[in-house]
């Protein structure tokens, strides 16, 4: 490639080894109003625009809120124009110039779930202001956990959520992922706790006549979209992995996830062979305790992820290769708006696959994939056809409704359709150019029409003049060339569902030694056909209620609940009372849901369960419930 990226505060000069000098491409889009709007954010950048912003953060474990001051340095285009930053949920608020004068600000009206609009009227020489605040408890981004929620059970815990746009209910912002900053925070937390962030680390201080407190270090001078910014504060241990890589999670967790993500240099390696320089330093990980609502979240430099992916065998860690693309895909080149997200989820699931089958061969890919296209196939059939375009229209809607398979996976489709078309080699240039061209900035589709125009089907015009582009990016539905991955294991899998189906005693076909994906496929190909007697046998044979594989105890689960058997009745509650990840709260709520005695006891689990549920989940799950 022979270029070089040298990085500034709040921006990036790519440097090309044999051209005339350095190239800036500081956030160009912000010159002028963007032709896409973000309608997820009242900011408007292009007229007062946040480069960078510091803050001092005290967590108060005992009111379960944040208290918050930021400086906000602006790059001001025009010069009548207010700060227009977005908040939700947020009390005692108030702005004040560096010369310690306050500014009149107003806060408009509550936009459903959008939060509200702050607007900052600025002096003519103001070029940064400090804005203060304080969390209140229903904020969606942040989740405060009492010991007991905890696996470890030592100490509370707490931790942010960004994605989509909830970082504006615990820090005032300009939440739009089209805007880049960088940051810098020093937070203040109990001694026994430490504070970890999505950026550098510079360690912890003392306060000065304050012994029972730290204050700790983070900045983050590579630029991110606010979504990215993310804190997590309780009873952390760290192992290392390798120089650049490092767990961190509860003690009561520690040691299996070290072992489990031992792999992670491995992949980073992988991953930087395939898309170029990997650009954020470290690459950390931090294993959350079971409430998280997600299996994974990209922080930069410090992964979250759910503890539920410590299956013991490795067997679930293409989830940190999915985050770990991010890297590229995400974090480096983020999607301009929320219609663009597949922009962000479809090249990472194409790319965890591409580092999948480096890792683990093709073998594994492939199961992984055929997997997916399931999923796929059987969501789609229960979304409505806007909901299955890439290039979706979110207009009057939340992010959250866009969520569903189809960014991911008919995302990495079309990628995959586009190797099929123009080979390997192919490929992996374009999305090395694809990064490069546009790292440390946003894109949308619009660009990525634009770019494929200019680069690919120029070089290829044979190849992709087979691509309906149009039809893959704005129609609804998958189109009829995606690809089809075979997976030569999985189809012993289906022989054995059919035998097993037809009488045949499971423990005659079933293979002892079956990884979690042909498990998967067992489970889910099962469907309808199983009695509730042969999921006893099969219980009895393979002891699947009591497997500690959260994927494959999920799908075990909604089939017994969806078949009822009654054998996994405990283990599913003890289940739902522990774990809050949405992916697998959904199908076993619906599956409950689906009798009318088991919405009764699903509503008696809800009632228990919802305050250790994370409000990404229970946003989702109080409509189920009570629909
Ligand atoms: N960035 C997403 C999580 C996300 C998406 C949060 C949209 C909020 C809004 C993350 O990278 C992700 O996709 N996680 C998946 C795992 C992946 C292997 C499919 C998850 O959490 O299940
Ligand atoms: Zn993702």
């Not at 009149?104 to 003519?124: N, P, S, V």
């Not at 203060?132 to 905890?150: C, D």
């Not at 739902?576 to 959904?586: A, E, F, W």
């Not at 009318?596 to 369960?609: C, F, H, N, T």
Request: net charge negative; glycine share 8%; aromatic share 8%.
């Amino acid at each position: 490639m022979g270029k070089v990226l040298v990085l500034l505060m709040g921006g990036v000069l790519l440097v090309s080894a044999g051209c005339r000098g350095p190239k800036p491409v500081l956030t160009p889009r912000y010159s002028q109003a963007p032709e896409n709007p973000d309608l997820h954010s009242a900011s408007q950048p292009w007229l007062v625009r946040v480069v960078h912003v510091d803050m001092e953060l005290q967590l108060d474990f005992e009111s379960e809120c944040l208290v918050g001051s930021a400086v906000y340095s602006l790059q001001r285009s025009d010069p009548h124009e207010p700060l227009i930053l977005d908040v939700a949920s947020l009390d005692q608020i108030s702005v004040h110039g560096l010369d310690g004068e306050p500014r009149g600000f107003h806060l408009g009206d509550t936009q459903e779930r959008l939060g509200q609009a702050l607007t900052i009227q600025l002096e003519e020489f103001d070029q940064a202001v400090r804005v203060r605040w304080k969390t209140r408890p229903e904020g969606e981004a942040l989740q405060w956990l009492g010991p007991e929620q905890t696996a470890s059970g030592l100490g509370p815990f707490m931790y942010s959520q960004g994605q989509a746009i909830l970082t504006r209910s615990w820090l005032p912002i300009q939440d739009t992922p089209g805007n880049r900053i960088s940051w810098s925070a020093r937070v203040t937390a109990p001694r026994d706790l430490r504070v970890v962030m999505s950026g550098e680390g510079t360690g912890a201080q003392e306060i000065p006549g304050d012994p029972s407190r730290l204050v700790w270090q983070h900045e983050l001078s590579l630029t991110v979209p606010p979504y990215l910014i993310a804190l997590a504060c309780g009873r952390l241990e760290r192992r290392a992995i390798s120089p650049r890589v490092a767990v961190f999670a509860e003690p009561a967790t520690i040691e299996l996830a070290a072992t489990e993500l031992g792999g992670t240099e491995a992949m980073l390696v992988a991953a930087e062979k395939l898309f170029g320089p990997y650009l954020w330093g470290r690459y950390d990980v931090l294993v959350l305790p079971p409430a998280f609502p997600f299996g994974g979240m990209e922080n930069p430099l410090l992964t979250f992820a759910t503890p539920t992916i410590l299956a013991g065998d490795r067997s679930l860690v293409s989830l940190i290769a999915h985050e770990l693309a991010h890297s590229w895909s995400g974090n480096l080149v983020t999607n301009e708006t929320w219609e663009d997200f597949w922009l962000n989820e479809g090249f990472t699931v194409y790319c965890e696959q591409r580092i999948i089958e480096e890792i683990f061969g093709k073998g594994r890919s492939e199961m992984e994939q055929a997997l997916a296209r399931t999923d796929l196939l059987a969501e789609m059939e229960t979304l409505e056809p806007w909901q299955t375009v890439l290039a979706i229209d979110l207009d009057g809607r939340h992010p959250d409704m866009g969520f569903s398979w189809v960014p991911y996976e008919k995302g990495a489709l079309l990628l995959r359709r586009m190797e099929e078309l123009v080979g390997r080699e192919d490929i992996d240039d374009f999305l090395s150019a694809w990064f490069e061209a546009h790292a440390f900035q946003s894109a949308s589709t619009a660009d990525f029409e634009e770019f494929i125009a200019a680069g690919l089907a120029k070089l290829r015009p044979g190849a992709m003049a087979n691509l309906d582009l149009n039809l893959w990016l704005h129609q609804p539905g998958l189109p009829d060339d995606a690809p089809m991955a075979i997976s030569e294991s999985l189809l012993m899998v289906d022989a054995a569902v059919s035998r097993v189906i037809a009488g045949t005693d499971p423990a005659m076909v079933i293979d002892a030694e079956w990884n979690t994906f042909q498990w998967l496929r067992f489970i889910h190909g099962l469907g309808q056909d199983a009695s509730p007697e042969l999921l006893g046998t099969l219980d009895g044979q393979f002891g699947l209620t009591s497997s500690g594989n959260a994927e494959v105890l999920c799908a075990w689960l909604e089939l017994g609940v969806r078949r009822g058997y009654g054998g996994i009745d405990e283990r599913l509650e003890q289940f739902l009372l522990t774990v809050g990840r949405r992916k697998y709260l959904v199908p076993l709520y619906d599956a409950l849901c689906s009798s009318s005695e088991g919405r009764v006891r699903a509503q008696q689990i809800y009632l228990r369960a919802r305050p250790l549920y994370h409000a990404v989940s229970t946003q989702t799950l109080d409509t189920l419930i009570h629909d």
